[in-house]
């Protein structure tokens, strides 16, 4: 059973950077393909980015050019570098796996505001 552990979130202005990391553990990380959703207050959870086994990237168009998804396989974590970042990139960020099976993050906040 995969577990998942997401962490960095913070309170940052606008134009500011974080990075979020999520830290895998119960299984074989290098087989999980990852992505990062987030969900603001009263909205649904959204893709963010996604990172495949091959370290290929796929971001939404909201995030594009400013968030950057990253894996480290020795040390089963998966990064989000978020930059130049705006008051609607407010919200729970939350890390998912994918072997064939879902696996989610309890969620790490993330708040924009100055």
């Known amino acids: 059973q995969v577990q998942l552990s997401e962490s960095g979130g913070d309170s940052v202005q606008p134009g500011g950077s974080l990075r979020l990391s999520c830290a895998a553990s119960?299984?074989?990380?290098?087989?999980?393909?990852m992505a990062w959703y987030r969900q603001a207050p009263g909205m649904g959870r959204d893709f963010v980015a996604r990172?495949?086994?091959?370290?290929?990237?796929y971001y939404a168009d909201s995030v594009k050019g400013r968030f950057t998804i990253s894996r480290d396989n020795a040390k089963n974590t998966v990064y989000l570098q978020m930059s130049s970042l705006k008051f609607e990139d407010t919200a729970v960020y939350y890390c998912?796996?994918?072997?064939?099976?879902?696996?989610w993050g309890q969620g790490t906040q993330v708040t924009v505001s100055s």
């Open positions: 998912r796996g994918d072997s064939g099976t879902i696996y």
């Open positions: 119960g299984g074989s990380f290098s087989r999980l393909s």
């Open positions: 990172i495949t086994t091959d370290s290929r990237e």
